[in-house]
């Protein structure tokens, strides 16, 4: 379809570099919180042993000690029932150190999901995932936003990729990304049209985006039939595969992706396929160093955010919060 197009150069979305720039700049205000004597404060709370979620939540604390926030684990066995994750939860929001709260997603199959994260007090909710900052979301208002489509939207910022009248197809509806991507979007003028797994014609909506995200977690389901020439692809995605042949199909024979899977057994791939938007995107986000990264500086930003709204303004004027 596109063969008798020159073949455009596809720029990679360096989503490590603009992390960095994102963590530097929240440097200063973390030593204008320190000049008050104020220390912002994150908890991290771990229920079982799921190791993508402990890789995630190690990560995450790191950088906090890095930027030398307060951090603190809390580590809970699968076998805790959602009465006593409550318990967990009323504490840290009494916890006057703790400025914000990470309940770390998928909880154990028997716990009541949609209950804890109501639990989580709004004004230290810096995953964004309480119902009354997703309503504030919806309806514009200012309040805690999920960490990766607020990455996402700070990345596309960055990288001047023009948002307003763009039309941004999403696939994937969840409460993480999905949703509230489309929200942000939509407040930056993109018209937006969200997909899922019952759309219908899903490669042809695709191929009329001009910023298309996959948010689904299905490896490479993205495929060139889903791109037209110049689409911006944000690839939310990452998916473990731990089947050789798998990895070789997506990535190719000689590509330094299956040299590392034969060292370390696994390979991450996102939702597009690897090999589909070059040449043809404009512009695409790489898994890993795309979106990763800017989701653990956007949750640094969100607490920073949180101890400046709850006790900074307490002391100060009222910020805008
Ligand atoms: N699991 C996958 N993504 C997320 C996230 O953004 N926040 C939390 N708490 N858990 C997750």
Redesign the pocket.
Known sequence: MNATKTEATTRRLDGRKAARRILEELEERIAGLARQGLVPGLAAVLVGEDPA?RL?VGSKTRTCRKLALHSRLVELPDSVTTPELLAVIGELNRDDEIDGI?????LPAGIDTATVQAAVHPAKDV?GFHPLNAGKLAQGRPGLV???PLGIVRLLERERVPVEGAHAVIVGRSN?VGKPLAQLLLAGHATVTVCHSRTRRLEEVCRSADILVAAVGRPALVGRDFLSPGVVVVDVGVNRLEDREQVRRLFGDDSPRLESFDRRGSALVGDVHPRAPRGVASAVTPVPGGVGPL?IAMLMSNTVQACESRRAASRRRPSEG
Do not use: A, M
């Open positions: 979620s995630y990470l309940v770390q997603l998928p995953d999920p960490c990766t993480i989701t």
